[in-house]
């Protein structure tokens, strides 16, 4: 029995963590195709969407071609009542972006039909369509099919499917620069440089595309808000955007546990920590190994488990850190032209550092 390939048209519907998208693919109502699949059909069916590819017409056009180009594929697939939701791994960084700026949303699933009938008669038309179908008295009922792949398409037959919200998603790793090893490494000045780099400070003119290859994660729920992004580790340096080591290890401590942790999903961890450890490599060293994140040590860091070079190059790091920080509020109280006055957390921040120095150099600073 010949097979034939049945194309229905559906929307995206959200997309969630680490650039992954979820879809509405197909329901069991009559579509505006003149067909529809059983219930029965598509519990069967739902498997056979995992692996399966994610196109577009190459060049980034949107319809079905015979060959097209593919930017994700299927991880997962669910069926909460009488329809599909799946979710792809988008692979290709433009296909990722036209998902953001919402130049990209409806989508068409090419499925292979095993077995179709008459809706009026019950003939079996899997080899084509009966009088009853030709002159509109009745649809083709798929009762049991495969899915093959999905593209994205502009006109869809579904119209009711549509893009629902974007989360978060970590950022992908890229090569950068590199600073030298030493390159003194501030969060505040770091973010004040990219900002104008990316097109500020004013946010309305920020390219946000630009703006977020300086992080490792952010919450594409909201991609225009500053407060949005998350574990920055980049600086601008001569024009150029660079990644700063110690920023690195700032970046990986917190996402690891260190200063309270890092606010982000879970499922996101390992994305960031892929992230963080491909700069790692970059620098020539070996990443921490990936845990969960863990309550702090000392109200500073996460406890190291030896004293090998990586653990110092972290303290140093952390060291730098405070450091800063103490400068900066130092700058303040001396502007504020109050001396005796202790902004509130100066003496802890000290105290930070001071336990910092003890556990990297042995040995407490004089009062």
């Known amino acids: 029995m010949s097979l034939r390939e049945l194309c229905f048209q559906a929307s995206l519907n959200s997309l969630r963590t680490g650039r992954l998208a979820t879809f509405y693919i197909i329901d069991t109502t009559l579509n505006r195709n003149g067909w529809r699949v059983t219930d029965e059909a598509l519990e069967r069916a739902l498997p056979t969407l995992l692996g399966k590819p994610l196109g577009c017409v190459p060049g980034y056009g949107v319809n079905h071609v015979a060959e097209p180009q593919i930017v994700g594929h299927f991880i997962t697939a669910e069926k909460p009542d009488g329809y599909l939701l799946a979710t792809a791994e988008i692979t290709d960084p433009t296909a990722w972006e036209k998902l953001q700026s919402g130049e990209w949303g409806p989508i068409s699933v090419v499925i292979k039909a095993h077995r179709v009938r008459c809706s009026l008669c019950g003939a079996d038309v899997t080899s084509g369509p009966d009088e009853h179908i030709l ?67 004013d946010k309305e003119h920020i390219d946000w595309s630009r703006y977020r290859r300086a992080f490792a994660w952010y919450d594409a729920s909201d991609p225009e808000n500053f407060g949005s992004y998350k574990l920055p580790h980049h600086d601008v340096i001569d024009g150029r955007l660079h990644v700063v080591w110690r920023g690195v290890v700032a970046a990986m401590q917190s996402l690891l546990g260190a200063r309270g942790g890092v606010d982000i999903p879970e499922s996101d961890r390992r994305a960031v920590y892929e992230h963080l450890a491909g700069h790692y490599r970059e620098f020539g060293r070996e990443p921490p190994e990936f845990r969960a994140s863990r309550s702090i040590h000392s109200g500073f860091g996460v406890k190291p488990e030896g004293g090998g070079v990586e653990e110092m190059e972290e303290l140093r790091a952390e060291v730098e850190s405070l450091r800063r920080r103490v400068e900066r509020v130092e700058r303040l109280l001396e502007a504020s032209q109050r001396p005796k006055a202790r902004p509130n957390g100066l003496d802890e921040v000290r105290l930070a550092m001071e336990e910092a120095r003890l556990r990297l150099f042995g040995y407490r600073r004089d009062s």
């Not at 798929?142 to 899915?147: A, L, Q, R, S």
């Not at 579904?158 to 989360?167: E, F």
């Not at 992908?172 to 400070?201: H, S, V």
């Open 135 to 201: 002159n509109g008295e009745a649809h083709q009922v798929v009762e049991d099919f495969t899915f093959e792949r999905v593209d994205f398409v502009s006109n869809p037959a579904y119209p009711s499917a549509r893009l629902i919200t974007l989360k978060a998603a970590a950022v992908p790793y890229e090569e950068t620069p590199k600073a030298p090893m030493d390159y003194p490494w501030d969060a505040d000045e770091a973010e004040r440089r990219i900002r104008i780099w990316a097109g500020g400070p």
